[in-house]
Every structure is written in C-alpha cells, then in structure tokens.
C-alpha cells in the first residue's frame, strides 16, 4: 500500500508539474523572432524600391512603385506592429513587459511611411523624387538601428519572460 500512494505521489507531482508548463506559454523569446522577422520582411523592401525609384525614367514611372512600396510596407509594419503588441502579455511573474521604448520605434515608423507617402506625391520632378527617396531610406535605416538597439535590449531578459498561459514561476 505504501509502495502505491508513494508511486501515486510522484505521479501526481508530474502531472501538476506537466499542466503548470503546459499553462504557462512560451518564451519570450519567440515572439522576439517573430518581430525580427516582421521587421526584415519591412526592411527588405527597401533596396529593390530605391533601385526602381533611382532608375525611373520619370516622375510618372515613380508612382505605380510608389503604390506598390506603400501597400507592402503598410502590410508589413501591420504585421510588426501587431507582434510587438504581442509583448504586452509578456511577464515575469506578475510584472509585464515594458514595451513602451518598442512602442515609440513603431510611432517613428508609422510617422516616417505617412511622410515619405505624402512626400513622394508632392514630388515636383523626378530629382525632388529621389531626393526623397533617400532621405527616407537613411531616415528609415535610424529607425531601424534604434529598433534593434531595443530588440537586443530585450533579448538580454527574454528568459525570464513567458508569453500567454498563466505564468507560474
């Protein structure tokens, strides 16, 4: 009898120690890759735009690319934007993630794909065109340099943050 209330015992103590893991999400960790990669997604529609921007003919040919770059790009800092959300229930015990520095970094981005939007179609020639299609390039790759900055801050204590579930520590 002994024998099986101690073998009861164990079993009892996998199972609740199975189901508390089970609850308790996943780490921060992969939600960091998902930005990292929503963000590269962002990040690569730069260089093949600026090369069509660069290369147009005119200004008129800047516009069809214009619209193409502004619907993908729009899509994919969405797609960003909605996995840095995703942080907010994140948490260390009972304490969420601050994703208030990530938070800005969207802002300046959503901020810079308005103005650039706005500039390119108030461009009055093809020069004023890729005049601005370079300051948004270099506007956008400070933007980025600061987004990753606080990604990699974030990495430095993923570990100690589970994502979803119930957070038992």
Not at 91 to 111: C, P, Q, R
Not at 141 to 157: K, L, S
Request: charged fraction near 25%; glycine fraction near 6%.
């Amino acid at each position: 009898m002994r024998t099986f209330l101690q073998l009861f015992a164990v079993v009892a103590l996998v199972f609740v120690g199975t189901a508390c893991s089970e609850d308790s999400g996943e780490p921060m960790g992969h939600k960091l890759e998902e930005i990292e990669e929503k963000a590269n997604t962002l990040t690569d529609l730069a260089a093949p735009h600026k090369l069509v921007i660069d290369n147009a003919a005119d200004l008129s040919a800047t516009v069809a690319e214009e619209l193409t770059y502004g619907t993908n790009a729009d899509a994919a800092f969405e797609a960003m934007e909605h996995a840095v959300e995703e942080l907010m229930e994140c948490k260390h015990g009972d304490v969420n993630m601050d994703i208030t520095a990530m938070n800005g970094v969207l802002d300046e981005v959503s901020d810079e794909l308005a103005a650039h939007k706005l500039a390119m179609a108030n461009a009055a020639d093809l020069q004023a065109a890729v005049a601005e299609e370079t300051r948004h390039q270099t506007e956008m790759a400070r933007i980025f340099g600061d987004m990753w900055a606080e990604h990699t801050n974030m990495t430095t204590v993923a570990d100690d943050y589970m994502c979803g579930g119930d957070h038992h520590d």
